[in-house]
């Protein structure tokens, strides 16, 4: 699988993020891309949409704690 098959666009956007997965036949399963509402990273993309490459499904970007800012959080 390509990177750009792991790319979701920001809807609205130009703005594209790049998810890791080891197994990206589960990508047409997203329902939902999830920040920690601590990352500042990321706070830009707090209650916007991203849409799920190869199927162009609109999903939310979500926030919660339980993603560990130390461990990764599978954005790049």
Sequence with gaps: MCIRDREYAIEGSNERL?????RPETILGDSAIC????????????????I???CNRVIPIIEDEYVDMEFG???F
Excluded: M
């Design 35 to 50: 920040i920690n509402p601590n990352d500042e990273r990321f706070s830009h993309l707090k209650a916007k949409k991203a």
């Design 73 to 75: 959080t599978g954005i």
């Design 18 to 22: 790049t998810i890791a997965t080891t």
């Design 52 to 54: 799920v490459p190869l």
